[in-house]
Every structure is written in structure tokens, then in C-alpha cells.
């Protein structure tokens, strides 16, 4: 059983060992990733102080425009992991290609690639609604000492060695893994410090939380169509519960401490569904297969899937294991 109250420093250190590649790297990209989220944390809390709100009259490679905090946020990332020199390359949901980094002409010595969701559920931003950063981590592909490639962040999800996110909500926590369980560490915004407060989450195997945009129901398959009425029906232990906040990390978070299901499905309107593989799919499914959940585009693991574009859409299931199998029960029936 781990002991709380470990700050994420000496829970970095203490599980260093035991990680298959433990070259120290893995450990200063996890604090570069803490360092950065305490930045970005500070101007979250404050945007609705100062005139950092609303759009930054750009708009990035979603045709989405881009609010400052999503520029802040995007850069303070980049720059953290730049200056740490453990990454040799980086691809964000903001930027349209990847970032070659050759950081002090170490001839490209550098290991991992990163790839980030800097400020997921930024339109939350103006209401005040939780946003969060998401990020995946590789080993490179191509041979060290050689420019990074496309080939290094087209990877399956499963060849991730780390994952995780920020969620920025009524408290600040960094949650993620490297392959032995997930754990989730609180902010004390007071010390600047994360605290080990949620050690070894796991997906319950049930949960009575679905999450959709039933905004889209009237576009979906029939098969999610099906489920969807499943979970409306006086049954059992059903009607659930409709939780949605439109914002995934925190969707995600709530339904893996209480049991749920996530679902943003392919439809006539999105045919590839909105969340990107990458840098959103990819991490959150490997988190939930750490948390004993499951991961799916409806039919298959998420994790199997191969990737052939930077930005690519796919449909995604994620949650508890019961609630994502009785999902998959109904798209079967209408294959
Ligand atoms: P919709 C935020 O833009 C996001 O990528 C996820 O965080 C969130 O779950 C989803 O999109 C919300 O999309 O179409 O329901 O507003």
C-alpha cells in the first residue's frame, strides 16, 4: 500500500528502479511536466483577473480559435521540455507539425518524444469550468543521434512508456503512469508542492455514470443509439446518471474515482468522432487500461490502433469494464 502524503519528488525517485528504462531521463521529463503544470496552474487561476481571457485572434490547425491560455499554455510546455533537454521532438494539439529540439547541439542525443494536449476543454475557460493538459510519452524509434521523425510519434498507443494529465478544477492534480498503476498527486498551491493523495486508482468494474453529448444523439450510430436508451431505462440499477462537463480530463477523472462510462462516438456530422488519437485518445487509454478500465473506438482497443496522421480523429469508449462491454454488446448487434 503506498503511503500518502509522499510529495511527487520523492514518489519519482522511490519508483525510478523499478521503471524498465530507468535512466534517470524518464524521471526529469516527469518534472518538467510537474514545473510546467505549476506555470500554467497560476495563469488558469487567475484568467479571470487579468485580460488574458478570449480569443488570441489566431486560429490552430482545428480551425479552433485559439484562447490565450491555449497559447500560454502550448508555449510554457514546449519551453519547460526544451530547456531539460531530455526530448528530442514534441507535437501539440496547437502546432500543425511536430517540433524537432536538438537542444544545445547534443546531436539529437535525446530519447523521448512527447506529445501534449496543452489546454483540453479550453472553451470551459470563460465560464470557469475545469480544463486540463494531457500528455503521451515515447521512446524514439529512429536511430539517437538523427533528427527526430514521423514515424517516432506515429506509434501504437501501446509503445507509450508514460502518460497522463493536469486537471486544473477545484484543486490542481497531476495523475499518470509509467506502466505500474495510475496515482494522482494534489496541489498545495500554498507550497508549490504535489502530494501523493490518490494512490492506485483503479476504474470501478461498474459504474452508474454515462458521458455524451446526447446534443449528437439524433447523428449517432444505432448501436450507441441502443446503449444510450440501455441507460435510461428503469431496469435493474438503471436509470444512470448523465454527467457531461465537455471537458474530457474531468469526465474522465470523476468516472474513474466513481465508476462511469466516456463516450464521444463517430456520427453523420463527425465521422471520425472530435478527440484526437495522439495526444488525447492514445494517453486516456492507456490510463485506463493502468486503472483496470477499458479503451475502445467501439470495437477495439484504442491502444492497437495504428496511427497514420499527426491529428487524427477517432471514435472513443472509455471506463468502467462492464460499462464499456455491455457498450460493445450493442454496436455488435448493429455491425
Ligand atoms: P463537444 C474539448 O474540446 C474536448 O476535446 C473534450 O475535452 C470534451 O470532452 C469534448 O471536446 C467536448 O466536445 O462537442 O461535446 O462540445
Redesign the pocket.
Known sequence: MLKKNKTLGEFIIENQSSFQYSSGELSKLINALRLAAKVVNHEVNKAGLVDILGDAGDTNIQGESQQKLDVLANEKFIQTLKNREIVCGIASEEEDDFISINSNDKNHQNKYVVLIDPL????NIDVNVSV?TIFSIYRRVTPVGTPVEMKDFLQKGSEQVAAGYIVYGTSTMLVYSTGDGVNGFTLNPALGTFYLSHPNMQFPEDGKIYSV?E??YVHFLQGVKDYIKYCQKEEGDRPYTSR??????S?FHRNMIKGGI?M?PKSSIAENG??RLLY?CNPMAYLAEQANGIASDGFGRILEIEPTELHQRVPFFCGSKNMVEKLHEFMAKNA
Request: charged share 20%; proline share 0%.
Open positions: 483540453d476543454g479550453s472553451s486540463g453529448n446534443g449528437n457531461y462537463i465537455g471537458s474530457l480530463v469526465d466516456y464521444y472530435k478527440l488525447e
